[in-house]
């Protein structure tokens, strides 16, 4: 079983690295680049397609590593189709920056495909005692969909630095790789390997001075992934649901960072979606820190949260 999850890995990390150069001529044929603003940390264009390798490399990894298990998990086709969605819209975000209204809906459309194909969360932990509460049909499917679109979002907004959204969901997915594992969630496991391998080959092309962005494109697509694979990871037991929890503990940075942007611009008067520079890491590099040193503080931040994960699995 754990071989699966090496080949999920290396077969990712392998075409992560030889897509994402393609991506870069790809993004400077088509004209998806992202170009200097005052909001923006760099001062020359940059191709921003790479979310293009990151999607293209988990699911080949993801593929490989399933054929291998001979095991597809209930509802793939449905999250498959949500991931082909938030790519598309990612690419025309990045292309021609759509509205906010605009990108939320087709979010929305992305989480309502596996919703519907049946991937839903179904009962949570009782917060007033012991054991769980079901939820009703309407109550699951408003949960399941909202956890899709925070999420998606959660990792687009902290993606404002070079190697940043990269480097946190690499260590996020690895993290719950391992976790999947010791659950036997073994074509989970390997799924988020590929997510890890598919952000392992990309690092050395994004990180600081980045050759290309992964775009809405890329960290759309991996706030996606995550949730949904959280979820695929829950629906089979009542055990299974600590992976769903821990999901939301290893990306507590961005899940916070984002919860703080909303409350913000909400207590300001500002729309939820118009964008800031606000977020943390604009205030470490306000507060001294270069690029490299930001990315790295927050590097650390994601390890405390995904040790804090294991810990407590391991003490449970």
Request: aromatic content about 12%; overall charge positive.
């Amino acid at each position: 079983m754990l071989t699966s999850l090496a080949l999920a890995f290396l077969v990712a990390t392998v075409i992560s690295i030889v897509v994402t150069p393609l991506t870069i001529r790809w993004a400077q044929r088509f004209g998806i680049v992202a170009r200097p603003s005052s909001r923006k940390i760099h001062h020359e264009p940059v191709p921003s397609w790479g979310g293009i390798a990151l999607a293209t490399a988990t699911l080949f990894g993801t593929a490989v590593s399933w054929l291998l298990l001979k095991s597809i998990p209930d509802h793939a086709l449905g999250v498959l189709l949500g991931l082909i969605t938030i790519v598309v819209v990612g690419t025309l975000d990045d292309r021609s920056s759509l509205s906010p209204k605009t990108k939320l809906l087709g979010q929305i459309i992305a989480a309502v495909l596996p919703t519907a194909f049946g991937l839903r969360i179904a009962f949570i932990n009782n917060p007033f005692g012991e054991g769980y509460i079901f939820l009703a049909t309407w109550q699951a499917w408003l949960l399941t969909v909202f956890w899709i679109v925070a999420l998606t979002n959660a990792l687009n907004l902290i993606d404002g630095l070079d190697g940043l959204a990269a480097g946190v969901s690499f260590f996020a997915s690895l993290t719950l790789a391992f976790l999947a594992a010791g659950q036997k969630l073994f074509p989970i496991a390997a799924a988020f390997a590929a997510v890890a391998g598919a952000c392992m080959g990309f690092l050395p092309y994004n990180f600081h001075p980045a050759r290309v962005f992964m775009g809405d494109t890329g960290a759309m697509a991996l706030g996606y992934l995550f949730a949904t694979l959280s979820i695929m990871g829950a629906v089979k037991s009542v055990a299974a649901l600590s992976l769903f929890f821990m999901t939301g503990m290893v990306l507590a940075y961005p899940i916070l960072d984002t919860a703080f942007a909303i409350a913000r611009r909400w207590l300001k008067g500002r729309p939820i979606f118009s964008a800031d520079r606000e977020h943390l890491h604009h205030k470490l590099l306000d507060s001294g820190f270069d690029q490299r040193q930001a990315v790295l503080l927050l590097y650390a931040l994601t390890l405390v949260f995904c040790l804090l994960a294991l810990l407590l699995v391991k003490g449970a």
